[in-house]
């Protein structure tokens, strides 16, 4: 076993000084391109941009540590990318169904308290990660939000109902929903687990949702303060 060529390859440790000086420099070329598109942080990035991020990921790491890769053609991918960039950035300035087509649209996920029509056949997001969002924003239950959309860039952005306004609604924390149950112990009103859609039911009956028709599951809905309606 030859630890030289496990740890090194072919390259002798001199080329080792060489790969820190490439990484210095393509790293100084990221910055600049990132620069360029004047994002700040991950979360202003459209899945458009990411793919960009990716391809400049790609193409800085192989003159990196690669000897026979030269830094100058690396530019020139550069170069291109992000010239593809600026020309699609001004086309989707000047044509919505572009600007659609390459970042997406937002998109409702919760409307009145409840699953949006649209994304009970998009399931665009898991269940649980829109709930983790949720307990982000400190939601206690849907029936505080009046209408929550997933923006291009991944967050959730929530229009909640005034206090006075606040409706029952399915409770969005952990220890609330594992308590699901398909009959009813006690009559009252009852949220979907599916898609928080509310209705009263009879004690010890089963139902199906009357919304989504695709659940029979149900979690005693709840008020903003965590009592039982």
């Not at 620069?35 to 793919?51: A, D, H, I, N, P």
């Not at 009046?146 to 220890?175: H, R």
Request: net charge negative; charged share 20%.
């Amino acid at each position: 076993m030859n630890w030289h060529d496990i740890l090194f390859g072919n390259e002798n440790y001199a080329f080792l000084a060489e790969i820190a000086v490439r990484s210095l420099i393509m790293f100084l070329i990221i910055f600049a391109g990132l620069r360029l598109t004047s994002k700040r942080t991950v979360k202003q990035l459209s899945v458009f941009e990411l793919l960009i991020i990716i391809a400049l990921g790609s193409a800085a790491g192989d003159p990196m540590f690669y000897k026979d890769v030269g830094i100058v053609n690396s530019l020139m991918v550069f170069v291109v990318i992000l010239l593809l960039y600026w020309i699609l950035t001004k086309t989707m300035e000047h044509s919505e169904k572009m600007e659609s087509v390459l970042e997406g649209k937002p998109f409702y996920i919760i409307r009145e308290g409840k699953a949006a029509r649209e994304s009970l056949t998009h399931k665009v997001l898991a269940m649980d990660e829109f709930f983790s969002a949720l307990r982000s924003h400190q939601i206690y239950q849907l029936g505080q939000v009046k209408e929550g959309v997933l923006e291009v860039n991944g967050e959730i952005s929530l229009l909640l109902y005034p206090e006075g306004e606040i409706k029952p609604g399915l409770p969005v924390w952990p220890d609330y929903l594992m308590k699901k149950t398909r009959q009813v112990p006690l009559s009252g009103i009852y949220a979907c687990t599916n898609c928080g859609y509310t209705q009263y039911i009879d004690e010890g009956k089963e139902t199906l949702c009357g919304y989504c028709q695709q659940n029979d599951e149900w979690v005693k809905a709840v008020t903003q303060s965590g009592s039982s309606e």
